[in-house]
């Protein structure tokens, strides 16, 4: 069965240290696409980044970074010279297609980070 | 663009009482979908969408009913609200743009929050 396993409930950190959210999935579909959304106090789910099963390179955005390995299932995600506007909520999605064709969604339970000035 | 809409964005209902959430795409997606999010449980997939007419179950459907007479909008329906039934309904919708280079990631409405009493 597909699943997703973000085994960090809540993470805290002081301003301006790294860290790293763990996600980990567990699928038997050759393809597939992972997600990590974040979902600030505010609530609104905000789209970060999606890989794709045949795409293994790492990818950095800014303060953002990704390491997508398949060889462990694992799509983690760090955040560097973490900032007090990055407190949220951090959900990992992995991307199954269903039998009627569509693509369904399986969140992981989430990781709260807090980030203390 | 108005993206993804969600109406209403608060209620509070007593148990056994019906009412219905409206989600409003303005993109042309094919696929919409319903989650709730609830404490330490990430979102779970309620019902979602294919296409205008098109309804299938997701994870958790029990209690909850859908209709997508047209394609912009899939409509949630309480029958009979329980307390079981508080939580954080998201609303989503996605095109189809599949393989390696497919946009797949789902657009996210700001979420209703349902209290039942």
């Known amino acids: 069965a597909q699943k997703v396993t973000q085994a960090q409930t809540e993470i805290s950190v002081v301003e301006k240290e790294d860290v790293t959210l763990d996600c980990v999935y567990e699928?038997?579909?050759?393809?597939?696409?992972l997600f990590w959304y974040k979902q600030p106090p505010s609530g609104e789910l905000v789209f970060l980044i999606r890989?794709?099963?045949?795409?293994?390179q790492n990818e950095i955005s800014g303060r953002y970074s990704w390491n997508f390995q398949k060889s462990t299932s694992s799509f983690n995600f760090t955040i560097t010279a973490s900032q007090v506007v990055d407190s949220a909520v951090y959900f990992c999605?992995?991307?199954?297609?269903?039998?009627?064709?569509?693509?369904?969604?399986?969140f992981g339970t989430g990781t709260r980070l807090k980030v203390l000035a | 663009n108005a993206g993804v809409t969600q109406t209403p964005k608060f209620r509070v209902l007593k148990t056994g009482q019906s009412m219905t959430l409206l989600c409003a795409q303005d993109?042309?997606?094919?696929?919409m979908y319903w989650y709730r999010q609830d404490p330490g449980m990430g979102l779970r997939l309620i019902h979602y969408?294919?296409?205008?007419?098109?309804?299938a179950k997701g994870e958790v459907p029990d209690g909850y009913n859908v209709s997508r007479l047209k394609k912009q909008n899939f409509l949630l329906g309480l029958e009979s609200a329980a307390p079981s039934q508080t939580s954080v309904y998201f609303c989503?919708?996605?095109?189809?743009?599949?393989?390696?280079?497919?946009?797949?990631?789902?657009?996210f409405g700001p979420g209703t929050r349902l209290t039942v009493l």
């Open positions: 993109m042309n997606h094919e696929y």
């Open positions: 969408s294919v296409g205008e007419g098109t309804t």
């Open positions: 699928t038997r579909d050759t393809t597939y696409y």
């Open positions: 999605a992995l991307s199954e297609i269903a039998t009627s064709g569509t693509y369904k969604y399986i």
């Open positions: 890989r794709n099963s045949f795409d293994e």
């Open positions: 989503a919708s996605q095109t189809y743009r599949g393989g390696t280079g497919g946009r797949i990631e789902q657009f």
